[in-house]
């Protein structure tokens, strides 16, 4: 229930942003499954996200989409580089509609952090045998020639011409999102990748435009939002994922952060996520420690400074926390990820939780219905046993 007798739950207040309507706050964080096919998502994507839109979440991102094959982590991740992927994404994007979510697409490039085996097999390397089994390795690209560990090859520095085609490939994953019935499109330049290696001192050691100084290390990130936005509606929203503090050895700061999220906005982005960390490491390596929250006191801060929505995430797991977030205007939206492999009910439970009279419309009719009956027969059984 919430405090302030019971003031109605700003969680589940419907949000606007642009012209793209959400039935509440709560949004399915991206979260990468290892389980593509050619790069194009199959039954289980249709499934996973499915149940998120079944559970009653506003908004439900995919993961993170590759802009280009040779983008992907794996050869088991998702991407969205031709034709037939486009058809795809529509039937996962056509069922969450129709079962009131907001279908978003959050897509990237995964640089030099590309040509690995899953995470079961601890992101090791691709080698040549791996063609064997159909996985060959293929050279990475990255804004400087820099090795991300000692067992991993060095990625090759992009050319101007290069950088030019990467902006495009960015443009044309756009267009085809927007194609699969996508309704919010996310960039993503956090987690250590592409646009990441472009923006961190640690990995950007460019001597050219697009290199040294902060404005030319922000240069990449501006120009592929400014195409984003050109081809994206102008009545639909764009977000952009950012890592607001670098990995180990951080040298990206949350002052710079906070410019790129002003210079962004100027470009048309409407939310900032706040997420930490991936420069260099293992992209689990703790550089923010790990408490309930721990990158809201980012949200914030972009949220105050650059005077924009922003998206709080990082174990959110608790209705009462997310709500507060929200009142003390820490965020506009609440993103969560494991919670909900563990609960994709969660929406409606925290519904429930806050005080929502009608939180079991949340779930399909077809369940809402039963339940309703349930709890029918279980207010008289209670109402009977108190006599
Ligand atoms: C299985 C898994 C896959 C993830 N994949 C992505 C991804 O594709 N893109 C992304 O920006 N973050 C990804 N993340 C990070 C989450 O979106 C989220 O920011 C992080 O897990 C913290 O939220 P949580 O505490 O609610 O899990 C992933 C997280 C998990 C657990």
Redesign the pocket.
């Known amino acids: 229930m919430t405090d302030a007798a019971s003031a109605p739950s700003l969680l589940f207040t419907p949000i606007r942003l642009r012209q793209v309507s959400a039935r509440n706050r709560v949004v399915v ?5 290892y389980a593509s096919e050619d790069g194009g998502p199959t039954d289980f994507h249709l499934v996973h996200l499915g149940k998120f839109a079944l559970g009653g979440a506003g908004i439900v ?1 995919c ?2 989409t590759s802009v280009d094959e040779c983008g992907r982590k794996s050869h088991q991740c998702a991407g969205i580089y031709n034709a037939r992927h486009v058809t795809q994404y529509r039937r996962i994007n056509d069922f969450l509609r129709a079962h009131g979510a907001v279908p978003a697409m ?1 897509i ?1 490039h995964s640089g030099r952090k590309g040509s690995v085996a899953s995470p079961w097999e601890a992101y090791r390397p691709l080698a040549p045998q791996d063609a064997a089994r159909g996985m060959p390795p293929w050279q990475t690209i990255s804004a400087s020639a820099i090795a991300p560990d000692e067992r991993t090859p060095p990625p090759r520095a992009l050319d101007r011409c290069e950088l030019s085609q990467v902006v495009a490939s960015w443009r044309e994953a756009a267009l085809r999102s927007l194609d699969a019935g996508y309704d919010i499109i ?1 960039v ?1 330049a ?2 250590g990748y592409l646009i990441h290696q472009f923006l961190s001192p640690l990995v950007n050691q460019r001597t050219d435009a697009y290199g040294g100084d902060l404005g030319g290390r922000m240069r990449l990130c501006l120009e592929i939002i400014e195409a984003v936005r050109a081809v994206w509606p102008q009545d639909q929203p764009v977000f952009l ?1 950012v890592s607001a503090v670098d990995g180990l050895n951080s040298r990206w700061s949350m002052d710079d952060t906070v410019e790129l999220a002003r210079a962004a906005k100027e470009r048309g982005i409407d939310v900032v ?1 706040t ?1 930490s960390g991936g420069i260099n490491g293992p992209g689990t390596a703790t550089l923010v420690p790990r408490r309930p929250g721990y ?1 809201v006191a980012y949200a914030e801060r972009v949220r105050r400074e650059a005077r924009m929505m922003t998206l709080a ?5 608790e209705p009462d926390q997310a709500e507060a977030i929200l009142r003390e205007g820490q965020a506009d939206l609440i ?7 563990w609960n994709p009910n969660w929406p409606a439970h925290a519904a429930k939780a806050l005080g929502v009279p009608d939180h079991l419309d949340l779930l399909p009719s077809g369940y809402a219905w039963w339940l309703k009956r349930r709890d029918a027969i279980r207010e008289v059984t209670r109402a009977a046993g108190q006599a």
Not at 29 to 33: A, Y
Not at 313 to 317: H, P
């Open positions: 964080s991206p979260m990468c499954q991102f993961e993170e959050q990237g996310e993503h956090a987690h994922r996520t997420s990158h995430v990082g174990l959110i797991t993103g969560l990820a494991r919670e909900l492999l």
